[in-house]
């Protein structure tokens, strides 16, 4: 919720500053702002770095250890309705997913320290790309050139919709 609450921020103040740019180049709730997407972006790679070298540990421990035994157990009972609750197993195979960490090699490179952390490191530096190249992509879709709305017959005025017409020509009435 933090997150999204400033990333509307960001978005709201970057127009203000495409508008202005001399008042907002060094705007402090803006540099607040970028600080803390920045924050937020490092937060995620050491807890997902964090993750990954957790579950190596927990693949070598012995099969009685009670982490063990979470990874590879399975539930018992009915299927709850809607989407079932995530085991730790699952969450893990998708950090793999996204670090183009293979899930079938994953016992062997437990195994070998030196290998996994060059894994693990090449699938976070995998991972970080694909989240910045995602991040540039919405951010060009964003500032992408949008077409043109409708214009008001009497004035000329572009409205950024149909209702934003119609409201304008309450005025020319």
């Given at each position: 919720?933090?997150?999204?609450?400033?990333?509307?921020?960001?978005?709201?103040?970057?127009?203000?500053?495409?508008?202005?740019?001399?008042?907002?180049?060094?705007?402090?709730?803006?540099?607040?702002?970028?600080?803390?997407?920045e924050r937020h972006h490092l937060h995620t790679?050491?807890?997902?770095?964090?993750?990954?070298?957790?579950?190596?540990?927990?693949?070598?421990?012995?099969?009685?250890?009670?982490?063990?035994?979470?990874?590879?157990?399975?539930?018992?009972?009915?299927?709850?309705?809607?989407?079932?609750?995530?085991?730790?197993?699952?969450?893990?195979?998708?950090?793999?997913?996204?670090?183009?960490?293979?899930?079938?090699?994953?016992?062997?490179?437990?195994?070998?320290?030196?290998?996994?952390?060059?894994?693990?490191?090449?699938?976070?530096?995998?991972?970080?790309?694909?989240?910045?190249?995602?991040?540039?992509?919405?951010?060009?879709?964003?500032?992408?050139?949008?077409?043109?709305?409708?214009?008001?017959?009497?004035?000329?005025?572009?409205?950024?919709?149909?209702?934003?017409?119609?409201?304008?020509?309450?005025?020319?009435?």
């Amino acid at each position: 919720m933090v997150a999204k609450s400033l990333f509307s921020w960001y978005l709201w103040s970057s127009r203000l500053c495409d508008q202005n740019p001399q008042e907002c180049s060094n705007h402090p709730e803006r540099q607040r702002v970028n600080e803390s997407v920045e924050r937020h972006h490092l937060h995620t790679e050491v807890r997902t770095q964090r993750q990954l070298r957790w579950l190596g540990h927990v693949i070598r421990m012995p099969s009685n250890r009670l982490p063990c035994r979470l990874l590879y157990g399975e539930l018992l009972g009915q299927r709850p309705v809607g989407r079932p609750k995530l085991r730790y197993s699952d969450h893990m195979k998708s950090v793999l997913r996204h670090c183009n960490i293979p899930v079938s090699d994953l016992e062997q490179l437990a195994e070998d320290r030196e290998l996994r952390s060059l894994t693990c490191a090449l699938g976070l530096k995998n991972l970080t790309a694909a989240s910045e190249q995602a991040a540039s992509d919405r951010r060009a879709r964003r500032h992408a050139a949008t077409p043109a709305g409708p214009v008001c017959p009497h004035c000329g005025r572009t409205c950024a919709s149909d209702f934003g017409l119609r409201s304008h020509l309450r005025i020319h009435l």
